[in-house]
């Protein structure tokens, strides 16, 4: 290791950005390469046993949370009259919510990494950093740590030094010094001392250690061992582990799987992005069916080059949870949005462990016991920023089964706004296959005075010797189109769409409309509304009353749905010619 993170012959200090998958990846690395008789972490003692308990659960997530002394301010004023005032004789209030400081017992954590190898290789362990309550956390925003893939930890560490802010606090001063003389002990103890510790710290316990600076009198919360609450041992809701882990669940499931089917994990904060949206596409076809849409490699690049756009404008490297779900939402939509979200939070390792379970949000926890506790982090990692993406989610089982109670059968009908557009299309059907119409009649001649309808470069070619010219004549087609057919699902399976229906026109500008479909009863979206996949449709244009295709016995003789409406279009309609919209043509 290089001579920049040296503090003496026989200590080595490593900053790394905490919640790291990449520095993760490192420190096991650098443990890896050099054998050290001891490891450092910065971390009180109290924490020591309850830390290691945990970490023999990995790849189980779990939290070790230490409770702090509620803190009360003493006013020697006499309190302002109030009408709404308490009878009560206590003038001393809390100053804020209860509060709890915790270690998160993350595989990507580079101090968890560090202790993990060091306890598989019966390596001794020092937590150095001192006691404190309250705990005073701080944190800064630091570069992606993705460059380490070009860029040696020496190099990265020099770069942050001239914006790596000196504290001011006099706790974090006081915990800086203190670890730097517990160094300076270990150093007399122990040839050889890995000290794992935050990058905004290093510079200063190198410079505390090299002046031997004392620690700071009267620094704020610094308690004796005595003094502090036993440190608990929690499982979070796995539902919640966005709020605890440094890298995306899904991503840190993918380092703890190629840790242990020894594979590469060099470059899983950028393969294990796409691994994830493979997965996501997974969920989203099983989940939408055939309503979903079809996630070809083309929209999956147009979907990367979108997210890597919006990571360089954040002048990062690798993608944020907010940059793939917004790029997900405009590419593909909500629903493969929400299938991304919930793919991302998957974490398959998720043993049942001795541990009562605690229920995450944003900076806070609520105990099994109901009390919520403003949470602060040991081992902070970059400043965190939330931001806000509109999704339509899928209703809750329980609500889609009260709409389905509640609906009434006899008062069914279609969507207005819908209606508008499937008209809309039907429209376009037609006028394509009247286009096509007039292919059959088109022809070629020679240029004489106009080009008619453009020039026709194949019979050019094919006459090039006798040095004419030919252009296109495209006569305006005959005849016209009253019936459209679209098939959207063929060969359609009977028992995917139990809803057969004729409708007739309820006003001039719809169809009469026949068609097959899932049962929209099953598929509540809201209070009074089923939604229904077609399988396929006939629409009559003019419309005209005709009885129930589904019911008529004249149509008895065919065996699939598709044939039964072709069988009614070719019935009822008036034009010689029907269009049909099918992924494939249909049989005989």
Known sequence: MSVLFQLSPSITIF?????????????????????????????????????????????????????????????????????????????DQPDESPQASYVPIDPCQGVIAALRFA???????????????????????????????????????????????????????????????????????????????????????????????PIPAAAPGVVEHDDIELPEIYSPNPKQLLFTLGELPYITSLYERARSELELDDNLSIDGIK??????????????GTRARKVSPKLLATLLRYVRNL??????????FYTLVVAAKQVLGDEFAIALAETAREYPYTQRVPFPTIQLGIEEARLPNGDTLAMKCRLPGPVVQWG??????????????????????HAQCSWPQEDVVIENFRTHI????????????????????SLKDGLDIRETLRNWHTGDLYVKVLPPSKGKLDCVVMLFDSPADPRDYPWRVTWHAEHHDESTLSLFATDYQKNMV?????????????????????????????????????????????????????AILSIAPPGT
């Open 119 to 213: 306890i598989e290789e019966r390596v001794p362990r020092y937590f150095i950093d001192l006691e404190t309550d309250p705990f005073e956390c701080y944190s800064a925003v630091f570069p992606d740590p993705y460059a380490l893939k070009q860029v040696s930890p020496e190099r990265f560490a020099a770069a942050l030094l001239p914006v790596i802010p000196r504290p001011t606090e006099l706790q974090p001063r006081a915990r800086v010094c203190a670890m730097a003389a517990r160094l300076r002990q270990l150093g007399q103890q122990h040839r050889s001392v890995l000290f794992v510790c935050s990058i905004t710290d290093w510079p200063w316990i190198k410079e505390a250690f090299d002046e031997q600076t």
């Open 526 to 578: 809201g209070p009074g509304i089923g939604l229904a996949v077609y399988g396929g449709a006939m629409f009559l244009f003019p419309p005209r009353p005709t009885p129930d295709i589904w019911r008529d016995p004249r149509f008895d003789f065919t065996d699939t749905l598709e044939e039964r409406l072709l069988a009614a279009a070719c019935f009822h309609a008036r034009e010689r010619h029907i």
């Open 388 to 409: 806000q993406v509109e999704l339509r989610p899928k209703p809750p089982k329980q609500q889609q089964d009260e709409w389905e109670l509640s609906w009434n059968p």
């Open 15 to 91: 900053p790394i950005i905490h919640g790291s998958g990449d520095f993760a990846v490192e420190v096991r690395r650098q443990m890896m390469a050099r054998q050290f008789d001891c490891l450092a972490v910065p971390l009180p003692l109290s924490f020591q046993r309850p830390v290691e308990q945990a970490i023999h659960f990995l790849p189980s997530i779990t939290q070790v949370v230490q409770r702090e002394a509620i803190q009360f301010s003493l006013s020697n004023s006499p309190p302002e009259f109030s009408f709404d005032q308490h009878d009560s004789d206590d003038d």
């Open 275 to 288: 691994a994830m949206l493979l997965s996501a596409r997974q969920h989203y076809q099983a989940e939408m």
């Open 430 to 449: 037609k006028d394509a296959a009247m286009a096509l119409l007039g292919n059959d009649l088109a022809r070629s001649e020679k240029f004489s005075a």
């Open 311 to 320: 990571t360089l404008i954040d002048r990062r490297l690798t993608p944020s």
